[in-house]
């Protein structure tokens, strides 16, 4: 059996993003399944544009060099590595509804669904993680 790691991403800064797509990652490479749930703030991590311009928190400008110097992939280079590792991206659909998006305005590739499409798969989950 194998491991099942689930992840509800709720917050949307770029701190937020990067623990979210590191653990995903990390959890893929060890042949895990991987579901993540993004809500509410959330969805800014998959959302088309604003992936690519999350906010670091104020005083905090001074680690985006450091990701630079580091080689740490961007957001959108770990989006699109976690979806290549079969990372499962779910779009929650009441929040899309109540901030009246379209599935259109995500990045290729997501689910949407509701909190029980999550929880299938997170009911049996090793690891179950919020960020």
């Known amino acids: 059996m194998s491991t099942k790691v689930a992840i509800i991403a709720s917050n949307g800064g770029m701190f937020d993003a990067y623990k979210v797509f590191n653990i995903a990652t990390a959890s893929a490479a060890t042949d895990a399944e991987v579901a993540i749930f993004f809500t509410f703030e959330g969805l800014n991590l998959i959302h088309n544009e604003m992936h690519r311009q999350l906010p670091l928190p104020a005083g905090a ?6 990701f630079k110097q580091a080689n740490v992939p961007s957001i959108p280079e ?54």
């Not at 400008?61 to 450091?66: R, V």
């Not at 989006?79 to 509804?97: F, N, P, R, S, Y």
């Open 78 to 131: 770990l989006l699109a590595m976690a979806m290549e590792m079969g990372v499962k991206i779910i779009a929650c659909q009441m929040t899309m509804d109540v901030m009246n998006l379209k599935k259109e305005d995500f990045v290729d590739g997501i689910e949407v669904g509701g909190a029980v499409t999550f929880l299938d798969f997170a009911k049996d989950a090793n690891v179950s993680l919020t960020f």
């Open 61 to 66: 400008e001074h680690i985006a060099e450091g």
